[in-house]
């Protein structure tokens, strides 16, 4: 690539900067406190930044500034530009955990966070004391977006929908589902037979609200239906409101053996095939040769390979 030295005369790297807060926070003034800098010279930034573009970029909105089409197709090539030189540049390569104090912010479903997290935060407190963590939920739908506004340094779900160029992907693992129910209020064999699964009322965990899963497609094919009761974004209110009446569920293989030692709770295998559902981690590229987000990347692999 041959680049033309004279047109970076008219480019002030801090003007991508402010460019880049400007798009993640699409508010002026969060904008200027996250630079540490006046709204003032925010805005005078903005109208540099104007110029430069020869378009209006952010125009207002009610809750602050939206990215105009213009904005939102430079918006990725500027983080980009940015990310390889603060990877290639201001990084040493080293990183020390034990003296190393950021703040990560980790997208999950609660399904994921109830066996992940605790052994996460067990081995920060003994090898990487001064790294904090912030939770974020999230389903599948909206990773790539928050990822693209640097609302989440890293993702991890079940069943991903495919990034773009700009994102890196890791398999973790593949997990299958159990049945989870109060023996106490549900009298039935295990393993639950597939006419007592489809007689009894079911506890549906799902991150958007919706009555329907993946037990739901799999009951079609044989022309079966089951009687959803109660629908929940939270897995993790599913064992509260099993212990509570009777009720059966099908969550995933981990937290249902977490929830089962846990509140006393029965588990059988689902008395139907059901595909197994693959969890990933996903995060922008920018972050891809950052020494500390590698290292995190890394103890997330070794701790889900011995969930």
């Known amino acids: 690539m041959n680049i033309d030295y004279s047109e970076f005369n008219r ?81 040493d390569g080293v990183f020390d955990a034990s003296q190393a104090d950021r703040t990560f912010i980790l997208g999950m479903p609660d399904s994921i966070e109830v066996a992940l997290l605790p052994r996460l935060l067990a081995l920060l407190a003994r090898d990487a004391p001064k790294i904090k963590i912030r939770i974020r939920a999230i389903d599948r739908f ?29 398999k973790l693992y593949a997990t299958g589902y159990l049945c989870l129910f109060d023996p106490v209020h549900l009298n039935i064999d295990t393993p639950v037979m597939l006419e007592d699964y489809v007689g009894v009322p079911h506890v549906l965990g799902s991150p958007r609200g919706d009555a329907h899963g993946v037990v739901d497609d799999a009951l079609a094919i044989r022309g079966l239906k089951r009687n959803i009761a109660v629908v929940t974004p939270h897995f993790a209110a599913v064992p509260f409101v099993l212990k509570s009446a009777r009720l059966i569920s099908t969550v995933p293989e981990r937290p249902a053996r977490i929830f089962a030692r846990q509140f006393d709770l029965a588990t059988s295998p689902v008395p139907l095939p059901l595909p197994e559902s693959d969890v990933s981690m996903i995060w922008h590229s920018s972050y891809d040769k950052d020494p500390a987000h590698h290292w995190l990347r890394e103890v997330i692999v070794k701790l889900t390979a011995t969930l």
């Open 11 to 91: 480019i002030d790297l801090n003007l991508l900067i402010a460019f880049d807060v400007l798009h993640v926070e699409c508010n002026v003034t969060r904008a200027a406190e996250r630079l540490g800098v006046g709204q003032s010279s925010m805005s005078h930034s903005l109208n540099r930044l104007r110029k430069l573009f020869g378009d209006e970029l952010f125009t207002r909105c009610q809750d602050g500034v939206r990215p105009t089409p213009r904005a939102m197709a430079l918006a990725p090539a500027i983080r980009s530009a940015l990310g390889i030189i603060q990877q290639n540049l201001l990084h």
């Open 142 to 170: 909206d990773v790539l977006d928050q990822l693209n506004q640097d609302r989440l340094h890293l993702g991890i779900a079940g069943l991903l929908t495919e990034g773009g160029t700009q994102h890196k992907r890791r």
